[in-house]
């Protein structure tokens, strides 16, 4: 494995400032023994998780799927009014 590809953690480390830093940072936790290996990943995760989370995208629901749906919702309500009719004629007979 090439330590200097350029998409190597290596690499960045050598060559982004901003990337060395948190390496750094995380190093001298885990020197001083304040967290893990473990922990640091863990952390990392949920930090990643955290981020995702509160930057939710929300995408607009095509017109077509729209109207998909609402022929959809307007079927299952027919249906479900059938079957309550069909279900009370049902009981009429029974009684």
């Known amino acids: 494995m090439d330590l200097l590809d350029t998409k190597t953690p290596h690499?960045?480390?050598?060559?982004d400032p901003?990337?060395?830093?948190?390496?750094?940072?995380?190093?001298?936790?885990i020197e001083r023994t304040d967290f893990t290996p473990t922990e640091m990943r863990e952390a990392a995760m949920l930090a990643?998780?955290?981020?995702?989370?509160?930057?939710?995208?929300?995408y607009p629901i095509p017109v077509e799927a729209e109207k998909a749906m609402a022929t959809i919702e307007a079927n299952m309500t027919r249906v479900i009014n059938w079957a309550e009719s069909d279900n009370s004629n049902s009981e009429d007979s029974n009684v």
């Open 11 to 15: 690499y960045r480390y050598f060559n």
């Open 48 to 58: 990643s998780i955290i981020y995702a989370q509160m930057h939710i995208k929300v």
């Open 18 to 29: 901003e990337f060395r830093a948190l390496v750094d940072v995380m190093v001298s936790h």
